[in-house]
């Protein structure tokens, strides 16, 4: 729990979060228009998501069954019998002039998101429900100097409303919530979480106190879109609450709208004009039945997610928390760690370690997808088995890497082309340590002398130096003591 | 051979198949009848072209032996059907013009029979009246006179059209849509047979929706029997309503069997309301003495909550339509009307789109779905109904059908309880529990007022069980001889 010192004291964040994450589905929540992004406005738009009269909403079972993976994987409740309900208000871009969500009655309860602390701790986020409804078209107000324009090809795509407990207590617990949130959502395929094209939405809703003291007065900001953004609009609302706070005033209670740019929010409106919404349930769907088989059915279907896998990394690789951590942050890179592993008997830590130094490393600097990555798991794997064998010693396999990740050729070829196989002979690298022996009388009278001990160090660098660094460095090692004696 | 205008549709069916008279020929007579119906304003559009054109492919279907059920048979749609490329406006000014670009289930299904379409009549503006007044079109005048005057009445509502365009012998039969008696008082203001169906037997898809929970179309014609044709092809299950109920679609008129020895007839106590015209309760009670005189049990059973039913309704009715009708916002199609603000576009645009009582209801539906009103209003309208569909279902333990007044009046004049929406609202008083209750009902005129007005007879049965009610009608319309004409009949 983060603590914010103000001018009178210490004061305490009470944060709850309200994700929007858009199903992935084929089809929208109501309709059987496609949800496909970036399409042509109002190409995607059926005579149910424009509300022409008459049409009637049906249930799609897909986006149902995503709610219900979704539900499973945040450990939560599913309740068997949920219920539509139309939330009513105007607006041009919401056709029916309703949207049909869920309210008294949504598809899941109570649940439970553990997030992971940058200092390896963890802390259990409540879920206080997840919902399905539609989400609206986009009113464009900058096509033209005095209309607005409204794009439907999103009016009627199905959301997943998930609120969290006020559990969150600092913006980077907010960010850790986010980011795991994502990943879940993720592993479980039911929402590619992608902020940037609006697939995840955020709304902050905060309050502060003294420590121990009953909730405050909450606010809620809308439409904060990143991460990042979600952080600065809570350090901003929390200084800002402070700030009226501590001036003896009171905080009102009302929605407020995220400024990127300045990394402000500003005041929408107040209680006094938030919206009836006359809820009621919406008479053209039946409420929502489920089987218990059916749940139990995508339960069984279930994919191993994020916590279990990172225990299972830990337990059965013998991983770092944070090593295994990075690794199954999304599920592919984990995948790709575990196909690296299967590819023979290899090392789990040398392989965690290739894969999030060297391989991760490489594909940040080059922009490039696992997918098109140049050097795939069987080739990072064979690069692996060079160096347990000693064929290449791991400075070079650095080297080897590179070249095959510029070439897409496997390790075996580069070193064999580039001659960057490991000098094991002892023969020829005796030859190497005699000439630099002889080489520097200097150095060795500093050695023998026992005014410099370290100087066998630089003696190592030179003779890998003369091997254009394929000599073992522990052979080298050993033959120097030797000779020099010691 | 009488007449093609003048013969029920299961005649006119027969004569079809018989080949006594092309589906060119009835349908020319009707299109006649249509034009010479004009002065009662019970069609909006006339589609000539298009019921011609139907006509000859049934014709060329009749030739090749591959007729539907409803071949050739001339029928008026609705305004509330959304009909393909053919104005479907709900009667309402905010729709003006609007022509859909697909066909509502319900007339699809019509026309995959073969029916044909003489185009569409009039109603009370978005299903909303029990007089066909509130339609944008203006009134719809009932063909029916009382003995000795010329004021012109109203022929119920709100599928108002339907009900005088079957009575004056322009349509065979016709559409209509009944949210909380829309079918069964036009019927029996006007004197023809209306049934609404059971919630769920007919697709709402395609229908413009007033209030969804109620909303169920059904047909209305000449007799019980062409009820029961035209039902067997409006009706059956469809994915894209899923409030539609998938069950087996009987051949209703095989249910015409003429017997009901043996049947238990609920009479419900608490419909002798306060204030019922003694020729109502007596055509009543004449209706008890048919039904047992054909062997029929008659029963007397209670249904302790049916005095809440009409409150009930005129809450959970307008939440649902001020919901409904938020869609006509001037944005994406009907009528707009500009602004210079958002809100003052949608403001002028649905202050000059909606008629009084539209507006009306969607202030009420506004209202009950309010915070801070919502449980006692909406909630509790919720509950009640419940309640009243427990009391049809304790009844239908002992009972197989029950038998109540379609409407406590006749029809009255044009213009009468403009003034007072409660009046107005009291003529539902007996459709409206089994309405709120998703059951069947059906009304068959059964005789005539004083003033020679018809009056019907209304029988509710179990969900699903149409054919029951089918059955009985048919033994009352039988008993009730019903043979009595209005004063204006097209080509007459």
């Known amino acids: 729990m983060a603590l914010i010192e103000g001018e009178t004291g210490k004061w305490e964040m009470v944060i709850g979060l309200e994700v929007h994450a858009q199903v992935i589905s084929n089809a929208k929540l109501f309709s059987g228009a496609s949800t496909a992004f970036g399409a042509t406005p109002n190409s995607q738009v059926s005579l149910i998501d424009a509300a022409m009269p008459g049409m009637l909403p049906v249930l799609n079972r897909e986006c149902v069954a995503q709610a219900v993976r979704t539900g499973l994987g945040l450990k939560a409740k599913i309740n ?21 969500s869920q309210y008294q009655q949504p598809i899941v309860g109570e649940g439970v998101l553990t997030i992971d602390l940058p200092d390896g701790s963890t802390k259990d986020i409540g879920i206080e429900r997840l919902h399905l409804e539609q989400d609206a078209g986009k009113s464009m107000h900058d096509q033209d100097p005095r209309r607005t324009f409204v794009d439907l090809n999103r009016s009627g795509v199905a959301l997943m409303e998930i609120v969290s407990k006020p559990d969150i207590g600092s913006a980077e617990e907010a960010g850790a919530y986010i980011h795991k949130l994502r990943s879940i959502l993720r592993y479980l395929g039911t929402c590619d979480g992608n902020m940037d094209e609006g697939s995840l939405r955020c709304d902050v809703n905060l309050s502060m106190r003294r420590p121990g003291e009953p909730l405050g007065t909450r606010t809620e900001t809308k439409n904060v879109n990143s991460i990042r953004y979600v952080q600065q609009a809570i350090e901003y609302e929390a200084r800002r609450q402070v700030e009226v706070l501590e001036a003896g005033g009171v905080i009102e209670q009302e929605t407020r709208l995220f400024d990127a740019r300045k990394g402000e929010s500003r005041s929408m409106r107040s209680k006094e004009e938030a919206h009836d919404y006359r809820y009621f349930p919406d008479p053209d769907l039946l409420p929502l039945v489920l089987e218990q088989e059916f749940v139990d059915g995508l339960a069984a279907e279930l994919p191993e997610l994020p916590d279990e896998k990172k225990r299972r990394f830990m337990e059965d690789y013998g991983l770092s928390i944070y090593d295994a951590g990075v690794l ?114 200097g150095q060795v009278e500093q050695y ?22 394929k000599a073992n460095p522990g052979t080298v090692n050993q033959i120097l003591k030797r000779k020099l004696g010691g | ?10 005649q006119a069916r027969d004569a079809l198949a018989a080949k006594k008279i092309s589906a060119r020929e009835l349908t020319e007579a009707h ?49 509330l059907f959304c009909t393909e ?18 066909e509502s289930t319900v007339t699809a299904n019509l026309w995959r029979d073969g029916a044909v379409m003489l185009g569409k009549v009039n109603m009370d503006e978005f299903a909303m009246g029990s007089s066909n007044m509130t339609s944008t079109y203006g009134g719809v005048v009932n063909p029916w006179r009382r003995n000795g005057s010329d004021e012109k009445l109203v022929p119920g509502g709100s599928s108002g059209g339907s009900a005088a365009a079957v009575a004056a012998r322009c349509a065979l039969g016709a559409t209509g849509t009944d949210t909380g008696g829309s079918i069964r008082q036009p019927a029996s203001f006007s004197g023809v047979v209306g049934l609404k169906p059971t919630y769920g037997r007919c697709s709402r898809w395609g229908i413009i929706a007033f209030a969804s929970s109620l909303d169920q179309a059904g047909p209305m014609a000449r007799s019980v029997r062409d009820c029961a044709i035209l039902l067997r092809s409006m009706a059956g299950f469809d994915a894209k309503d899923s409030t539609s109920v998938d069950v087996a679609v009987p051949d209703f008129e095989q249910a015409l069997t003429g017997d009901v020895r043996g049947l238990k007839v609920g009479i419900p106590k608490e419909y002798r309301v306060d204030g019922m015209p003694a020729e109502i309760d007596s055509l009543w009670q004449q209706g008890i003495d048919w039904l047992k005189a054909a062997g029929a049990e008659p029963v007397e059973i209670s249904l302790p909550h049916t005095k809440y039913a009409l409150p009930t309704y005129y809450i959970v009715a307008p939440a649902e339509a001020s919901s409904n ?50 449980d006692a209003y909406y909630n509790k309208a919720r509950q009640v109904r419940t309640l009243i569909a427990r009391d049809f279902k304790a009844a239908y333990e002992t009972v197989d059908v029950i038998l109540t007044p379609t409407a406590p009046s006749a029809a009255f004049a044009m213009g009468a309880n403009m003034d007072d929406p409660v009046a107005m609202y009291l003529n539902d008083v007996f459709t409206v529990p089994a309405s709120l209750a998703g059951l069947p009902g059906i009304s068959v005129p059964a005789g005539l007022s004083m003033d020679g007005l018809p009056l019907g007879l209304q029988l509710i049965g179990r969900a699903f069980d149409e054919e029951t009610l089918v059955r009985t009608a048919g033994v009352l319309e039988e008993a009730a001889a019903f043979t009595a004409e209005p004063a204006f009949i097209a080509g007459d």
Request: aromatic share 8%; charged share 25%.
């Open chain 2, 85 to 102: 490329g053919v104005e479907s406006t709900a009667g309402s000014h905010i729709l003006k013009d609007f022509k859909p670009a697909y």
């Open chain 1, 80 to 100: 068997l019998t949920s219920v539509f309900e139309r939330k009513n208000y105007f607006y041009p871009d919401l056709p029916q002039g309703y949207q049909i």
């Open chain 2, 325 to 374: 009708l938020a869609r006509y916002d001037g944005v994406r199609y009907g009528l707009r009307v500009e602004g210079e603000t958002l809100d003052e576009m949608y403001e002028a645009t649905r202050g000059a789109g909606f008629g009084d009582e539209v507006k009306r209801r969607i202030l009420i539906g506004t209202y009950v779905l309010s915070a801070g009103y919502y």
């Open chain 2, 31 to 79: 299109l006649t009848a249509v034009e010479a119906a004009r002065p009662l304003n019970a069609y909006t559009v006339e589609t000539p072209e298009k019921a011609l054109a139907m006509a000859d492919a049934s014709d060329a279907r009749l030739a090749k032996g591959e007729a539907g059920p409803l071949e050739g048979i001339p029928l008026a749609i609705k305004d």
């Open chain 1, 328 to 441: 199954v942050a999304e599920q592919a890179n984990a995948a790709f760690y575990e196909s690296v592993l299967a590819g023979g008997k290899r090392d789990p830590k040398l392989a965690a370690n290739w894969v999030t130094v060297n391989y991760f490393g490489a594909l940040n600097a080059s922009g490039t997808d696992l997918d098109d990555a140049p050097v795939d798991a069987a080739k990072l794997g064979g690069l692996l088995d060079l160096i347990a064998d000693g064929t290449v010693s791991s400075r070079l396999a650095k080297e080897v890497f590179e070249a095959m990740w510029e070439s897409g050729k496997d390790a075996a070829t580069i070193v064999e082309e580039k001659g960057l196989k490991q000098i094991t002979d002892e023969g020829a690298i005796e030859a190497i340590v005699d000439k630099v022996i002889a080489d520097n009388p």
């Open chain 1, 448 to 469: 023998s002398s026992g005014a410099n001990p370290k100087v066998i160090g630089w003696f190592v660098g030179q003779v890998m130096k003369a091997s254009q660094g």
């Open chain 2, 1 to 10: 051979m009488s007449a093609p205008t003048r013969m029920t549709l299961a």
